[in-house]
């Protein structure tokens, strides 16, 4: 996961995963095993001199400094799985049909802690108030690098979320005890629990209450689940202004010991251990149940959840069980996970072109058990 003399530009952008065992050996995602996911070149600013305009459809546009966010507003954490939304595309792209896009394993996501001021007390400032909320979006803009498809990167989601304390939308200045590195977003970016990845602006300079969605190419033309029939760009197209964008992820749990392909000894018990992670769908955390099967799913097993969910809603889990896995060549191990809110995991969600949201059964495939 260390670089060395890359050069990043706008047609080659850092993206990049962990390796799955690393990924799960630890609750609180270090900086240095976290997945990376950028549009292009990673901008390098200066806390100092980076400021934050809200405007849009509001009494008082402000222009904050990152002192201020820091010190004029009171500073919330949060605990959050970060995934992007193409996440398991491979999984997507290897058991259902080819697929567009970055060839995402199973390590695309993150759970880290992040702290800044909440967005709904700067929005308070700006003179939002409740009754300003009806069929309002908030957009969250990046002005400071070009991208592949767009001369900045935008999203939006919709104001209600923003003003609601229990969403946890906030202004990230520090992730993990530490500031922001400039590949995460110094000096400060959104983070929105729940919400896919590609809605949580880095390098946040502008922050605009409109009547309508961000304009931007990565929330109107990408992030979207198509529905079957779209089956390259040109059958795509139609879609594209239809449908609405990606927001809340689903729920969704990974198998991340045993790798594919790999030989496993059983225990003197007859078992294999098996470890992995589960996030909740979108605000209906937290996952409640992980469940593991050896049989394609004939008889499931409940895994342990490690620690205490109960007060981390927007958390993944680490969960671990041990599967009697029979001796032989092709053996598969499956996960599913349950959350609070009543959502279970599926086998296979529908296919769709870009390969986003993926959430079909965690899986070990291919083992060889000794």
């Not at 598969?332 to 349950?338: K, P, Q, T």
Request: aromatic share 8%.
């Amino acid at each position: 996961m260390t670089d060395t003399h890359t050069e990043y530009s706008i047609q080659n952008p850092l993206n990049r995963e962990p390796p799955i065992k690393t990924l799960v050996a630890s609750f609180i995602t270090p900086e240095d095993i976290s997945y990376d996911r950028n549009h292009g070149p990673i901008p390098h600013l200066t806390a100092d001199t980076h400021t934050v305009r809200i405007d849009g459809n509001i009494p008082s546009p402000l222009c904050l400094s990152i002192q201020q966010l820091r010190t004029e507003f009171p500073q919330h954490e949060v605990i959050c799985a970060l995934e992007c939304a193409g996440n398991r595309r491979h999984a997507m792209r290897t058991l259902l049909k080819e697929v567009q896009g970055i060839d995402w394993g199973d390590a695309a996501v993150m759970n880290c802690q992040w702290k800044g001021p909440r967005l709904r007390d700067v929005l308070l400032r700006a003179g939002v108030t409740p009754d300003l909320n009806q069929g309002l979006y908030v957009a969250f803009s990046c002005y400071q690098v070009q991208c592949q498809e767009d001369d900045w990167f935008g999203s939006s989601v919709e104001l209600k979320r923003c003003l609601d304390e229990d969403m946890d939308v906030i202004l990230a200045l520090e992730m993990n005890g530490s500031p922001l590195s400039p590949n995460h977003g110094y000096p400060v970016r959104v983070v929105l629990p729940g919400v896919a990845g590609a809605r949580w602006v880095k390098w946040l300079d502008r922050i605009t209450v409109q009547d309508h969605e961000s304009s931007n190419f990565y929330q109107q033309h990408d992030y979207k689940i198509l529905p079957p029939d779209a089956v390259d760009s040109a059958s795509a197209e139609p879609y594209w202004g239809r449908l609405p964008a990606m927001c809340d992820m689903s729920i969704n749990s990974v198998v991340g010991v045993p790798a594919d392909g790999e030989t496993v000894h059983l225990s003197d018990s007859g078992t294999v251990e098996v470890k992995g992670y589960a996030v909740p769908h979108g605000a209906d955390g937290p996952v409640t149940t992980v469940q593991v099967s050896a049989d394609g799913g004939e008889i499931w097993v409940d895994a342990e959840i490690e620690g205490s969910s109960t007060e981390r809603k927007w958390c993944w889990v680490l969960w671990r069980a041990r599967a009697s896995v029979e001796r032989g060549t092709g053996r598969e191990v499956l996960s599913r996970a349950f959350d609070r809110g009543g959502n279970m995991q599926q086998g296979h969600p529908q296919w769709n072109l870009r390969g986003v949201g993926y959430n079909g059964y965690g899986r070990a495939s291919d083992l060889t058990i000794v």
